[in-house]
């Protein structure tokens, strides 16, 4: 199932945070504060997060990725939890739940995120497992990492990515597929189906 994720009173969590129909996937609306000057802008207070998590999330490495217009990424899954932030830009964000296990698994949420009327600006935390993509819609696109795990470090063992046009996963990207400039390893990625084989067996049994 697709959802098109909005910001409000039934899903909120607290003052700045806010529940998606994924669990683990968390959206924190900005308190910012303009001025003649321009703004001031409070992104995370991450001990709200580790309360909901009732883990915590020591961040060890930040990452920031530039995209051109009509640039897609993804999707991408990994074993660490990331906070993302549109810097600048605005781009059509999805999360696809990559967690075979999940009672959400094969679920997707999508929002437009960025600095722009009619998108939400604040950030999202994606908690392992999640696979996470967007495509740029006005750019260039700025996209803070922000992540619990040091890339060098880490076990990439279980990395994953999937198709940006699952069939499954049903996502409807604004783009045209033959508009959008991804990399190779991203256009030629798996199905849901390739890489959980099992699991769609055992479901159509």
Not at 6 to 26: A, F, R, V
Request: charged residues 20%; negative net charge.
């Amino acid at each position: 199932m697709v959802y098109r994720f909005l910001p409000g009173q039934d899903n909120k969590l607290g003052e700045h945070l806010y529940q998606t129909p994924i669990e683990g996937l968390l959206y924190l609306e900005h308190k910012t504060s303009p001025d003649e000057r321009g703004y001031y802008a409070e992104l995370t207070r991450v001990p709200e997060i580790e309360q909901v998590l009732g883990a915590s999330f020591d961040i060890k490495q930040i990452n920031q990725s530039y995209s051109e217009q009509h640039v897609a990424r993804g999707i991408h899954a990994e074993n660490w939890n990331k906070l993302l932030t549109v810097v600048s830009g605005v781009c059509f964000c999805a999360w696809a739940d990559l967690r075979s296990e999940s009672s959400t698994f094969g679920d997707v949420v999508s929002m437009e995120v960025g600095e722009f009327n009619g998108s939400v600006h604040g950030s999202v935390f994606v908690a392992a497992g999640i696979g996470n993509s967007f495509c740029v819609t006005k750019g260039p696109v700025r996209y803070l990492y922000c992540v619990d795990q040091l890339y060098a470090e880490r076990d990439t063992n279980d990395d994953l990515a999937i198709s940006l046009f699952d069939p499954d996963l049903a996502i409807s990207w604004p783009i045209k597929a033959d508009e959008m400039v991804m990399s190779q390893r991203d256009r030629h990625c798996v199905t849901l189906r390739q890489a959980f084989t099992e699991k769609f067996a055992a479901t159509s049994s």
